[in-house]
């Protein structure tokens, strides 16, 4: 039995320092350069696992590549107890070029290639049956409403997503069969054209258990059963905040496991995520428990 199962991206992200990204028709030069496994489900899944849950993952690469080549080689070395790792022919695998600004603000361009390739018969059902949770991200909008409805009719799971870039439409499709339900503020910004505050109240009309928005260098909001709860931003030295809000969903899944009252779980997102942005890439720099519990308390 699985704590929980993370299903869709996984990416080779392609990582450079810059002052400023360029304007068109500029050429600059980069003071750094790093290649990364990223991925919405994927740095989820590493968090998770970093804190002591049992994960799995169900994530797909296209043809064979140097890209592919790079991911499948990250996920053969991580320690994760389940894998089920679908090639789709005739297709590229996700990649990533991110530039990444001196005070850790980044530009990112995505090309998702096999990933919204993904079909539900692709995947293990028994690995579905086998979860205790199971976590949505970076999958094509029409799937993910398509899983999601499926956890919820065939499996006892309890139903994560990654609202983050999911477009109204969807996200209202989505909604009644989620128990967990995370996007960002600019998400919400652009969807609802709510404050995080009231966005977490309408997820939670439409039926979801536990509302949240993460709002960057302004810390989070959630609502549960009627109740709101705020908790503020850790102060790091930030490097680059890519995957800081993947590995903050990784940490709720992770303090959901154990039981936890909303108020700690989101201090405790807060610092994990926050102290990830030590590093270039989203899994550089990744804290342990006891640093996250340390940090929470300053």
């Not at 949505?136 to 919820?152: I, M």
């Not at 905040?241 to 936890?260: E, I, P, R, S, V």
Request: net charge negative; with cysteine.
């Amino acid at each position: 039995m699985l704590d929980c199962l993370f299903i869709g991206s996984t990416t080779k992200d392609t990582l450079l320092m810059v002052e400023a990204p360029p304007a068109s028709d500029q050429r600059i030069a980069a003071s750094a350069m790093t290649h990364a496994c990223g991925g919405v489900a994927s740095v989820a899944a590493s968090a998770f696992e970093k804190l002591g849950g049992q994960a799995g993952l169900i994530t797909a690469v296209g043809e064979a590549s140097d890209v592919t080549a790079f991911i499948e080689a990250d996920l053969a070395g991580r320690s994760l107890p389940y894998l089920q790792v679908i090639r789709i022919p005739g297709a590229d695998s996700p990649f990533s070029t991110i530039q990444v600004e001196r005070d850790g603000k980044r530009c990112i361009t995505h090309f998702g290639g096999c990933i919204r390739q993904l079909k539900l018969e692709m995947l293990d059902k028994k690995a579905l049956d086998n979860a205790k949770m199971i976590h949505l991200g970076g999958l094509a909008e029409d799937f993910s409403v398509e899983l999601a409805a499926y956890c919820r009719r065939h499996t006892k799971a309890l139903v994560s997503v990654d609202g983050g870039n999911l477009s109204r439409e969807a996200t209202e499709r989505i909604l009644g069969n989620v128990d967990v339900f995370i996007p960002d503020d600019k998400t919400v910004s652009k969807t609802l054209g709510l404050a995080p505050e009231e966005a977490c109240r309408y997820y939670a009309e439409k039926g979801v258990g536990i509302a949240c928005v993460t709002m960057g260098d302004k810390g989070a909001v959630a609502c549960s059963k009627g109740t709101v709860y705020h908790a503020a931003p850790v102060c790091v030295p930030v490097v680059d905040t890519t995957g800081a809000g993947d590995n903050f969903h990784g940490a709720f899944l992770y303090c959901l496991q154990q039981g936890w009252e909303l108020g700690k779980t989101l201090r405790f997102c807060n610092a994990f995520s926050g102290l990830t942005c030590r590093g270039l890439g989203g899994r550089a720099a990744e804290p342990t428990l006891e640093e996250t519990l340390k940090k929470m308390e300053e």
